[in-house]
């Protein structure tokens, strides 16, 4: 079983950054890809970021984001950590609601969008931006 707990979500104003970790417990976390979810209140899931491992996809480490965070946002990992961050940049009140990270077991392909294709998720931090 994949256990996974994100941490760094808090309060912070509009333009400026933080930096959300999740750390994955059962030392199993390079060999998966992995990805960044979030949810505002009243919304779907929706997708934000998205690394493949080194070993999965067409190249290997492939990463994708959502149009709406491209250029301010770096989804990056650490297997000797164990650990995924995503550094956020430049936020916007949009960018308000609970971050999930999420495994994908499924390697062999970098366009995963869908919060249905992640077999495992986070309990979620929160991150809201004030304007």
């Known amino acids: 079983q994949v256990q996974l707990l994100e941490t760094g979500g808090g309060l912070v104003q509009a333009g400026g950054s933080l930096r959300l970790s999740c750390t994955e417990f059962?030392?199993?976390?390079?060999?998966?890809?992995m990805g960044w979810f979030r949810q505002a209140p009243g919304k779907e899931r929706e997708f934000v970021a998205r690394l493949n491992w080194i070993g999965g996809g067409t190249l290997g480490g492939g990463t994708r984001y959502a149009d709406s965070v491209k250029g301010r946002f770096i989804i990056s990992r650490d297997d000797a950590k164990n650990t995924l961050y995503l550094q956020m940049n430049s936020l916007s009140p949009d960018d308000t609601g609970v971050y999930y990270c999420a495994v994908d077991t499924y390697i062999y392909s970098d366009d995963r969008y869908s919060p249905y294709d992640y077999d495992y998720w986070g309990q979620g931090t929160q991150v809201t931006v004030s304007s």
């Open positions: 059962r030392r199993t976390f390079n060999l998966y890809a």
